[in-house]
């Protein structure tokens, strides 16, 4: 059976990064994938956004955590898992999500400063430092499989 699942599209909020009690970073982000089209009555045009959750784990997640914001465009590739856990009252709940092995930053350097310099203007205080790094063309990473389980995840 296959179970492989690809997304592009822009991140709605920071990424938000998380560490098990083993040491294990983790990271949340939240993707929404835009579908465009005219209204076949009235010409007029249409869009939907759907949002994808998405969970990395190990140095793919400390690096989505570093180089990626709220509005940066990225691939991801990997598995949909479902998730069961408890909230405060100790009912079931269940999230669907996508157990990231493969992203790609897309964001051209150009767009990537510009960004930063609107985040600068509209936000100080949730801007972070940029490094020199971040300078440099966006590479890809290719993490092997995750190796962890369910209970590992620290949310």
């Known amino acids: 059976m296959l179970n ?22 983790f990271c949340n982000i939240s993707i929404g994938c835009s579908e465009k089209w005219k209204d076949k009555n009235t010409q007029e045009p249409k869009e939907r956004t759907e949002w ?16 990626l914001k709220k509005g940066s465009l990225v691939y991801v590739s990997g598995k949909m898992t479902t998730r069961k856990w408890q909230d405060q009252s100790g009912q079931d709940r ?3 999500e ?12 150009s767009s990537n400063d510009q960004a930063t310099n609107q985040g600068q203007q ?9 490094s020199s790094s971040n300078q440099q063309a966006a590479p890809q990473y290719n993490e092997p499989p995750m190796d962890f389980d369910d209970d590992q995840i620290p949310f």
């Open 4 to 25: 492989q699942c690809n997304f592009i599209g822009r991140l709605g909020q920071d990424p938000e990064v998380r560490y098990s009690a083993q040491g294990t970073a």
């Open 52 to 67: 994808v959750k998405c969970v990395a784990g190990g140095r793919l997640a400390e690096i989505m955590g570093e180089y």
């Open 94 to 96: 269940y999230s669907t």
């Open 98 to 109: 996508i157990r990231v092995s493969e992203m790609k930053m897309l964001d051209s350097k």
């Open 122 to 130: 509209s936000n100080q205080t949730q801007q972070r430092p940029q």
